[in-house]
């Protein structure tokens, strides 16, 4: 009998032992999502198209343009869980892109030519931060985050004008900001699923040009 009583405590204080070791541990995280490039607009384009033109003494006559975006983000992310509440983490994404498009006719000396312009833009880095959770319950979760990203942008531009052309590739990185939250619910202790809203603020510099980005993601993430 004194044998069958330790085994039933033995057997009783495994979920708690199970439930305290996956407190802490690695962790690793795929997200998949939309995002949506806020201060990018038609409009803004158009303008920026005009003034380009302009600065080669070329002013717009008639303009036509579209704006593409590619509003895919992919993000993998591993991290460590020093307890329930609190981890720390690092990755690395991309935040989609968009190409912009425009033809028209421009005003050479008084000959009016044929133009086109076409801007694309990218946007893809690491990140290093934090992650604070609150369990609700056994199986769901939220959870906020925050940290520090460096973004690389890359913009490329092309125009006509006739016969003439002109291309160009600028890069650069810059150092942002991101926060965000989410809510998850935990399947079988190790698989989380959940529903992410990222914010990267001020992403790019003022030679690649600045904007922010918000990203909605569903993740799949595993504890171990």
């Not at 495994?14 to 690695?26: K, M």
């Not at 869980?81 to 981890?87: D, P, V």
């Not at 002109?166 to 529903?195: H, M, N």
Request: charged content about 20%; aromatic content about 14%.
């Amino acid at each position: 009998m004194r044998v069958l009583s330790i085994l039933a405590l033995g057997f009783a204080g495994l979920p708690a032992a199970q439930a305290q070791y996956l407190d802490r541990g690695w962790t690793m995280e795929v997200a998949a999502g939309k995002t949506t490039f806020k201060d990018v607009s038609l409009a803004d384009l158009d303008s920026f198209t005009r003034d380009f033109f302009d600065s080669f003494a070329l002013p717009v006559q008639t303009l036509n343009s579209t704006l593409d975006t590619k509003d895919r983000s992919l993000a993998l992310t591993a991290g460590y869980r020093f307890n329930r509440w609190f981890a720390a983490e690092a990755g690395m994404y991309t935040l989609g892109s968009f190409r912009y498009a425009s033809t028209g006719t421009v005003d050479d000396a008084g000959s009016i030519l044929p133009s086109t312009f076409d801007f694309g833009y990218r946007a893809r880095g690491i990140m290093i931060g934090g992650t604070a959770t609150l369990p609700v319950g056994r199986n769901f979760e939220l959870r906020a985050r925050a940290g520090i990203s460096n973004s690389s942008v890359t913009l490329k531009l092309s125009s006509t004008v006739g016969t003439d052309s002109l291309a160009d590739k600028f890069s650069d990185a810059s150092q942002d900001f991101y926060y965000g939250v989410g809510a998850g619910f935990v399947v079988w202790d190790y698989y989380r699923l959940g529903l992410d809203y990222m914010h990267h603020a001020k992403v790019g510099k003022s030679s690649t040009g600045t904007t922010n980005v918000d990203n909605v993601m569903l993740t799949l993430g595993f504890r171990y």
